[in-house]
């Protein structure tokens, strides 16, 4: 049997006030064919001050913010993992908490009649922990005749999720996730993130760890997908 209680397709209404505007720019993205089946992105990719490319994954920094930091995006291929499991596994916390090496707490929990996740993050000493409490749904949509799964998360603030001695809470955090099949037995990946930790971590730092955490971290979810087969 498959561990954890299945994930929702809904997450009730809307994720915060982003989830219009998140829908809004995956649609104006996936327009066009995102990411040819050799893994090279055929997106239209803007002038930016900030690429990174990892074999087949790109990442790109675009509109960097007051505080130095960049929002991004993510391009790739993830091969031999369907877009139904990938989606399943991604949306799957208590799964996560046994592959994802850096999690120190995650959890869902009912608050003023919404699903709020919290999630405590390991940090590396002599940095404090950071943790988030934010708002997410998955929808599974038909663009144009393709099937694509999209999680939409974004940081919030709710009384009963209150801060932590210790432990900073980032409150500037907004993902999109969009998967569909790349014609075989993978998927094609497109991601946007901003993610803001806080503290005393220089912008450059934080700039370079997301550009090179994030194709990391869909390596690892590529793996906990093989082994979430062999746990239905």
């Known amino acids: 049997m498959r561990r954890g209680r299945p994930p929702r397709r809904e997450r009730g209404a809307a994720v915060a006030e982003g989830t219009g505007a998140g829908l809004l720019r995956l649609r104006e993205e996936l327009c066009p064919d995102p990411v040819s089946s050799s893994g090279a992105s055929a997106w239209a990719v803007p002038p930016s001050d900030c690429v990174q490319i990892q074999g087949s994954w790109k990442v790109i920094g675009v509109q960097p913010q007051k505080t130095g ?3 991004y995006k993510v391009f790739g291929v993830l091969e031999d993992c369907s877009p ?7 949306m799957d916390l208590d799964y996560r908490k046994q592959w ?5 707490e995650l959890y869902e929990q009912e608050c003023n009649g919404q699903t709020v996740v919290y999630w405590e993050v390991k940090y590396p000493f002599p940095m404090s922990n950071r943790d988030y409490v934010y708002l997410r749904q998955r929808r599974d949509l038909d663009v144009e005749g393709r099937k ?6 974004q940081s919030t603030s709710v009384p009963q999720l209150v801060e932590r001695s210790g432990v900073i809470r ?3 955090y907004k993902q999109s996730l969009a998967i569909e099949s790349d014609g075989k037995k993978g998927s094609k990946v497109f991601m946007y993130y901003l993610d803001n930790p806080g503290g005393q971590i ?8 997301a ?6 971290f869909l390596k690892d ?12």
């Open 202 to 209: 220089p912008s450059w730092l934080i700039n370079w760890a």
């Open 100 to 104: 994802d090496q850096y999690v120190k």
């Open 170 to 172: 980032v409150k500037q």
């Open 148 to 153: 694509i799964h999209v999680v939409l998360a």
């Open 221 to 232: 979810i590529a793996r906990a997908c093989q082994n979430y087969l062999k746990k239905t």
């Open 69 to 71: 930091l960049y929002e």
């Open 211 to 216: 550009k090179n955490g994030v194709p990391n």
């Open 84 to 90: 139904t499991l990938l989606a399943d596994v991604y």
